[in-house]
């Protein structure tokens, strides 16, 4: 294989390339190591579309960790996936057909569910196109759906195992009930915000008399659903109405009075009306008190025939508008306010949600809850930033039972038999053949469907083989770390815990990382509407996989939101933050491009401990790559991706790249062949180890170019990530930070007098410090390339020479003489422009400090602020007036 690298940085060249390679070699595949194992489940991303930002995050950290976890010894599997998302790949389908004109109940049932597959294969296999090309080492032999034959084999195992423990129960109940979605909605599964609305007082006459009652309700079409007028059982204002009934406006039905600890006597009037079959504050007392429950809307939020007829067919808002404006009509109608109410939402399709009385399927949850909550509060399970295990623990202490069927066609079909001779019920397997009770043969399976979270809470130990005794489900369960976005705590996180609890006996993973929600670079959550989502391909496409990554790790950080900004074809006033791991790339492209174009036909690599003649930058940046090792493999343990990052950026940039190779530069070009072998021995272990740091999060072009360099193994994704040897020497780092002190001093006399880099300076140190001298005289040549030099004299004693800029630190002072390298009258100008300006904010902090009523009103530490400022401004005015006088004389 060449070792020379293309003139230019082009992802495009190798990242296909070396994906194929991976694959053709099985590098994602399971290996067994020395450290035992770690193993990850991928978060499943919906079969609904591509992925999206969040999804380049959350995946960007999953592949991160599983390869470094390869390279330090771990046998590692990472299982990739995707969730058939019943809901909302059925409202993705539908809105498809919509566009056709044609609508789900023109098909049946199964022919519509075969036109789901359809659209859940196709988005599946973008979605594993796309994880590919963001560089995913997942092992791909291990491809799982949520809807596939082992997943359903799991469902149905867990369902029947949970029916026979008498943990799932069918019972009529109030439910969260989407029109548009036609189905049965979680509590979970329902955003709430609050909306300005109407609050309408309405007269309830009393039976026999001619007074009446004042309730109050948001919802003013439910009243012809409503069976009672309830009061608290302790307001002595209404106990004359005790065995009272009431007539219920327009629908001219009697309705009875009851008395309930639950009513507020604070409230409005302190009555308020009763709809058991709306309302799940009312179906509680409904139940209590034995009232009739009546539905009055259909699937679809229409008015039904248990309501008076002028109103049935009406959709309800439709309704609400004829109610309220007959009750005006009959003067039954008080008056309306305007009032803020909390509204529930689909969490698919933003319709809003009514309570419902319906039979529906749910699981008994509080034993569930119980060792979830000790699972984490005994620290078996880490949480991630740990400020989520508060909201954790408050959504199972306030646990509710689950809804868990849903009236869709696309999912788990509930596995459920009813006799059609004697309605026996049994949970199996398949159809029976015969009914235990009566002998019938003839059954009938349960229409709902599982709602898509009973298949992905079973997620961890699904995919390793269960309820089969897997040699995977031996050797990977429990996984070791979930990444996923809070968002899902409830959905997902929680239930995974529960499950493998109850079923497995054991946590299903150690630690939960939460990322944070990919913002906007103003600072808003991404969505359609706005226009303001940012596709990560066409990042990949712009920049490469490896840019994508580096930038997203960079920035995250576990107690924050990321803010990205990328622009669209031809907006070139946008932010592109996706340069910052395209530079970086560049750099190191170019760096190595350096280094692998001065090795030359028939170098030997020399070991660095072979090295015996190396000179203090040797020592220094092989030490400073120790450290480096320490830090980068410190953070990735702690799940600090963005400290990783900038601790690898760091040090190519500044140490190796600026410092480094510019000095080793004077040693490749001489004569010497011994010390030019050495020197390029050491920059390619420090450039070969360097690689394999940062290889996780950026895998391609670090494979690239360790391929390029001498004796590569099959992969840098298989080798030994580097370790710190606890070997650690601060004398060579001093005297290599006293030479970078000395060079940033010269730089900056250079800068501050505005020496144009093309003009080369002599410079004058007077020092007497020992190392500085030996710097001087021994590296002569790399001072004066480095900072553009002419000539270089050191002395113990030196006078100031004439027309010089200078400039010191606490081994030397510098002085370069002027003459001839600026334009003076267009730095005095310069000089006496800013003067003015600093005088100005000088005059005016003077102005505070000296006005009594600032000196004694505000605070200490603002003063000490203000003085501070003072003084730095008459420091920066004293050193311009310096300047010019260095210029006049």
Known sequence: MSNELSKSYNPKEFEDKWYQYWLDNKVFSPRKGDKGHFSIVIPPPNVTSI??????????????????????????????????????????????????????????????????????????????????????????????????????????????????????????????????????????????????????????????????????????????????????????????LRDKSFILPLANREIKAIFDGYVDPEFGTGAVKVTPAHDPNDFDMGKRHNLQFINILTEDAKMNENVPEKYRGMDRYECRKAVVEDLESLGLLVKTDNRKHNVGECYRCKTVVEPRFS?????????????????????????????????????????????????????????????????????????????????????????????????????????????????????FYPTSTLVTGPDIIFFWVARMIMAGLYFMKDIPFDRVFFTGMVMDIQGRKMSKSLGNGIDPFEVIERHGADALRYTMVAVVSPNQNLKLGFPKEGDKNAVDSFEIGGKFANKIWNASRFILSSISEGFKEIPVENIKNRDVFDNWILNELNQLCRNVGSSLDKARFNDAARELHQFFWDKFCDWYIEISKGKIFGDNQTVKNETLSILIYILREFLKL???????????????????????????????????????????????????????????????????????????????????????????????????????????????????NEFCEIYIPLEGLIDKQKELEKFDKEYKKIKVDFDKTFAKLNNDNFIKNAPAEVIEKEKAKLEEFKSKMVKIEDNIKLLRS
Not at 108 to 133: C, D, G, M, N
Not at 167 to 181: A, D, F, H, L, Q
Not at 362 to 371: G, N, T
Not at 737 to 749: Q, S
């Open 694 to 808: 940062l290889h996780p999060i950026m895998p391609f072009i670090t494979e690239e170019i360790y391929q390029k360099l001498p004796n590569p193994e099959l992969s840098i994704s298989i080798v030994s990530y580097p370790q710190y040897t606890g070997k650690s020497s601060s004398k060579d780092k001093k005297k290599a930070v006293k030479f970078f002190d000395l060079l940033r001093l010269i730089r900056r006399i250079r800068a501050e007098n505005s020496i144009p880099p093309e003009k080369k300076v002599k410079i004058f140190v007077k020092s007497a410090d020992r190392d500085i001298k030996y710097f001087c005289d021994n590296y002569n040549k790399q001072i004066l390339s480095l900072i553009k030099g002419e000539e270089i004299n050191i002395s113990e004693n030196m006078d100031k020479p004439t027309g010089s800029s200078a400039g010191s």
């Open 359 to 475: 039979d529906q399927w749910f699981v008994r949850m509080k034993k569930l809850a119980e060792p979830a909550l000790d699972a984490v509060k005994s620290g078996k399970i880490d949480f991630i930033p740990k400020r989520w295990i508060k909201v954790y623990y408050n959504w199972l202490n306030n646990i509710k039972d689950w809804c868990i069927s849903r009236q869709l066609w696309w999912g788990h079909r509930i596995p459920v038999y009813y006799c059609k001779s004697c309605g026996w019920t049994a949970a199996a397997y398949d159809t029976p053949d015969r009914c235990p009770d009566c002998g019938g043969i003839e059954f009938s399976q349960d229409s709902d469907v599982l709602d898509t979270w009973f298949s992905s809470w079973l997620w961890p130990f699904s995919t390793l083989g269960w309820p089969n005794d897997a040699e995977d489900l031996k050797r």
């Open 51 to 240: 992925l999206h930002m969040g999804h380049g995050l959350n995946n960007s950290i999953q592949d991160i960790l599983i390869r470094y976890k390869r390279m330090s010894g771990y046998d590692t599997l990472w299982v990739p996936g995707t969730d058939h998302a019943g809901i909302a790949t059925q409202n993705v389908v539908e809105k498809e057909l919509a566009k056709e004109g044609k609508k789900r109940t023109d098909f049946t049932r199964e022919e519509f569910v075969e036109r789901v597959w359809v659209t859940a294969l196709r988005h599946q296999k973008s979605i594993i196109e796309q994880l590919k090309k963001m560089g995913c080492s997942c092992d791909w032999d291990r491809l799982a759906f949520t809807f596939d034959e082992k997943r359903s084999d799991a469902v149905k195992k867990v369902f029947i195992t949970l029916f026979n423990d008498d943990m799932i129960y069918k019972s009529k109940y109030i439910v969260n009930w989407c029109p548009r979605c036609g189905t049965a909605l979680a509590d979970d599964e329902v955003d709430h915000t609050d909306k300005m609305g109407k609050l309408w007082h309405i007269k309830y006459p009393i039976k026999d008399t001619n007074d009446f009652i004042v309730v109050a309700t948001t919802r003013p079409e439910t009243m012809l659903g409503d069976t009672a007028v309830a009061f608290n059982d302790k307001d002595k204002r209404y106990f004359h």
